[in-house]
């Protein structure tokens, strides 16, 4: 079945970096692409990045030039480097596919950003 488990969240200072990983399995990995949301407390589900099976990246406004989504296909791996992080990044950052017309969600990983 469809799996995605996403790690490598924490509590990280203003201005630091945390990269997370979510961990595919269950599809051909290298026919879909991905996509990673976050959600804060009392606010909705939001995109945050998105690549394609080709490697096209797109960004929402509030993360472009601090946050780089890749792939590894060899691993079947999603990655979310995130840089420079704000208070305001902190969230359930969560892994997500459509895999034969399903949305498939991962568990996510908290991300807190404080001092």
């Known amino acids: 079945q469809v799996q995605l488990v996403e790690s490598g969240g924490g509590l990280v200072q203003p201005g630091g970096s945390l990269r997370l990983s979510c961990a595919a399995s269950?599809?051909?990995?290298?026919?879909?692409?991905t996509s990673w949301y976050r959600q804060a407390p009392g606010k909705e589900r939001e995109s945050v990045a998105t690549?394609?099976?080709?490697?096209?990246?797109a960004y929402a406004d509030s993360v472009k030039g601090r946050f780089t989504i890749s792939r590894d296909n060899a691993k079947n791996t999603v990655y979310l480097q995130m840089n420079s992080l704000k208070p305001e990044d902190t969230a359930v950052y969560i892994c997500?596919?459509?895999?034969?017309?399903?949305?498939?969600w991962g568990q996510g990983t908290q991300v807190t950003v404080s001092s």
């Open positions: 269950g599809f051909t990995f290298t026919n879909y692409g």
């Open positions: 997500y596919a459509r895999i034969y017309n399903y949305d498939y």
């Open positions: 690549i394609t099976r080709t490697g096209f990246t």
